[in-house]
């Protein structure tokens, strides 16, 4: 069947084109729903013209397999909280990753094979870019591997702290170094067995080292950016086994990873050299002291305050999205635009762990999306807004971080809360924020602190605000 080649390659062609146009389609909050399903059926157009390749063995375990892997998925994809969401993305994200380097540890075996008299194989010989591409695609995909499941479990808590030693950049430097020389003597024509074996024990080694240190504040950038490490990887193999939806599929991924790692990186203000070799959290000198003390309010006061303002900006948090708080604020919402109080919602760039978490979890309430205004819209806007109402947040609204060299968040763009007229902040203690810094704003003459859960909290205000007149 000369015609199957062309149909196949037809097949792929059009899979990477509804990848390109699902991703597109997932920069807009209006339209990220149909891009992911565009990119789904992209996903699945490119496995079921795989199966019809000439040389394909073993269908029937691959099918057990993708079985497993779809009924997990799914299983794991509905159950999974929204507040569990980037560890879920580490995840899955390490699982791609630990693919594509079982693809390159396949085609060196098959080499090594070929090299070995004894163990002589009728596998065709990788070209030497073929053979290059692999081991490099094999060396990221490991990484990438054994790196995101240690951010999975710092996110997931099972590891609460940051593991450092003496040396430690250098024992890193000699892992990977001792790594790449493995590579190119395997690219040199000395495969074996042995050697594949080293190669691949210190690239997840190295993934290990390098991702222990890394406080957990920082997890988030770090998932991003592996997350372009295994695009890269798959995008090699792809090339090593001539597949382009895997070639097309990894480039997107890669580029995607590469440009939102960049993102957050300058929504912190740090770069990525930083976070993957600073400490988080070491300040660089003495930290200012923070005068005064914290002003409690009650819900019905905070709720006056609100229903006779003239404008209103929700600025939600984590805490907000782990107290499953946003359709009670949105119910908040409808009854203050009730009363002709103009309200908006707030979003900083990596407020809920992830960008885009804060705004699935809002969409996901039904908020509309001409509400939802991100920093640099939203900032210059903060001195002509009576009330502030922020909800888990914390770090992100800290003044600290345009006024404290010291701070090890000083330097990072934050929502301009403190230059509101009023603010109100819902939060279940006195306790500090992620970066484990206590926060200014907390204690400024223009604000109340309103404690408790966050959805009780703002079932208060809700119970409290419809009262008011009647």
């Not at 900032?379 to 404290?404: C, M, Q, R, S, Y």
Request: glycine share 12%.
């Amino acid at each position: 069947m000369s015609w199957l080649p062309i149909l196949i390659k037809g097949c792929y062609f059009l899979a990477a084109l509804l990848f390109i146009l699902g991703l597109k389609r997932m920069s807009s909050p209006r339209t990220a729903r149909g891009g992911i399903v565009w990119a789904g059926y992209g996903m699945l157009l490119a496995v079921l013209a795989t199966f019809f390749l000439p040389d394909m063995h073993n269908r029937g375990l691959i099918i057990a397999a993708v079985l497993v892997g779809v009924g997990a998925a799914w299983w794991s994809g509905r159950r999974v909280a929204m507040t569990s969401m980037p560890q879920m993305v580490a995840l899955y994200n390490g699982m791609g990753g630990g693919a594509a380097a079982a693809i390159g540890a396949v085609e060196l075996i098959g080499y090594a094979r070929h090299l070995d008299p004894a163990l002589a194989s009728t596998a065709a010989l990788l070209s030497p870019v073929e053979l290059s591409l692999g081991v490099l695609g094999a060396l990221i995909g490991a990484v990438s591997f054994s790196g995101s499941l240690i951010a999975f479990a710092k996110l997931q808590g099972w590891l609460d702290k940051r593991f450092v030693f003496p040396a430690q950049r250098v024992v890193n430097m000699l892992l990977l170094a001792a790594a790449v020389l493995i590579g190119v003597l395997l690219v040199s024509g000395h495969a074996s067995l042995p050697l594949i074996a080293a190669f691949f024990a210190l690239a997840l080694l190295f993934g290990l080292m390098m991702t222990l240190p890394i406080g957990g504040a920082d997890m988030p950038v770090v998932i991003s950016l592996y997350n372009a490490f295994t695009g890269l990887a798959v995008a090699f193999e792809g090339f090593v086994l001539g597949n382009e939806a895997m070639i097309i599929a990894g480039t997107v991924v890669g580029a995607a990873g590469t440009l939102l790692t960049q993102l957050m990186a300058k929504a912190m203000n740090r770069s990525i050299g930083n976070v993957l070799f600073g400490s988080f959290g070491a300040s660089g000198g003495e930290a200012q002291a923070i005068a005064g003390a914290q002003k409690p309010i009650d819900a019905s006061d905070a709720a006056v305050m609100m229903a006779y303002a003239e404008r209103v900006v929700i600025v939600p948090g984590y805490g907000l999205a782990v107290a499953q708080a946003q359709h009670k604020v949105w119910e908040f919402a409808k009854l203050l635009g009730e009363r002709g109080v103009k309200v908006k919602f707030a979003i900083h760039p990596v407020a809920g762990r992830m960008p885009g978490h804060m705004n699935v979890l809002l969409a996901e309430a039904g908020v509309p999306y001409d509400l939802i205004a991100d920093m640099d819209d939203i900032n210059p806007e903060f001195p002509n807004v009576d009330v502030a109402l922020v909800i888990g947040a914390n770090d992100v609204v800290n003044p600290l971080a345009k006024t404290d060299p010291a701070s090890p968040i000083y330097g990072m763009p934050i929502l301009d809360v403190m230059n509101a007229k009023h603010v109100i902040v819902i939060k279940r203690g006195k306790g500090t924020g992620f970066a484990g810094i206590e926060n200014a704003l907390f204690y400024a003459d223009n604000t109340r602190m309103l404690y408790g859960d966050g959805q009780a909290a703002v079932g208060e205000l809700v119970t409290a605000l419809k009262s008011v007149d009647s």
